[in-house]
């Protein structure tokens, strides 16, 4: 992974894998068949290992909503590596991202599905909002920013930091008044690492 990482996904071979690790090519064949499975299940234990650690940190939260706050945060910080790995991965070994997207994305969304249902029973999230919509306009938001970069930003304001207002605006949208208040004490507490102030025009800003 760290070789996938520091070289790019295509540039590594599997003789550069085979002598980094001392072993022969052929053994490195017999034990996982080809490039594109050990380059499968090397991502996917990278991202088991992204999404517990993050998990672990969500798990600090007072409450649901925190919780999820604290992990989209927590995501950034693998959000630059993450992004070029899956562009590579798009572009050279599309069979490799399109299982990883499905098993690993699925799973990811069933949870978040979870979370949000957790806060409308804890009156976080207003009820009547349609979720299933919600979470794919999130992550499409989301996608457009960080991954694809179809989303022209504002001048000086970086990737990260509108990846996590987009992400405030868009619970603050679907949240009850004791929702908003969590957000925007999560937000005035600093954890969510961006610095929020009036314009002259009363439009609010988020800078680094």
Do not use: W
């Amino acid at each position: 992974m760290r070789m996938f990482v520091s070289q790019g996904i295509k540039s590594v071979r599997m003789d550069d894998i085979a002598q980094e690790l001392g072993i022969s090519k052929r053994t490195l064949y017999e034990m996982f068949g080809d490039k594109e499975e050990l380059l499968y299940l090397c991502l996917k234990r990278h991202m088991t290992l992204v999404n517990d650690c993050v998990a672990e940190k969500a798990r600090t939260g007072g409450n649901m909503l925190e919780s999820i706050l604290i992990g989209f945060v927590e995501m950034t910080q693998y959000s630059e590596t993450n992004s070029r790995i899956t562009g590579n991965l798009r572009k050279f070994y599309p069979s490799v991202h399109d299982r990883l997207h499905r098993e690993l994305g699925e799973n990811g969304s069933r949870r978040f599905k979870n979370a949000i249902e957790e806060c409308v029973n804890h009156g976080l999230i207003d009820g009547k909002a349609n979720i299933d919509l919600a979470i794919k306009m999130l992550y499409y938001m989301a996608i457009g920013i960080v991954a694809r970069k179809e989303v022209i930003l504002p001048d000086g304001l970086s990737v990260r930091d509108a990846f996590l207002h987009v992400v405030m605006l868009f619970f603050r949208g679907i949240s009850t008044p004791e929702g908003m208040r969590v957000i925007d004490d999560f937000a005035e507490s600093g954890r969510f690492g961006l610095r929020i102030h009036d314009s002259d025009d009363n439009a609010e800003k988020v800078n680094e």
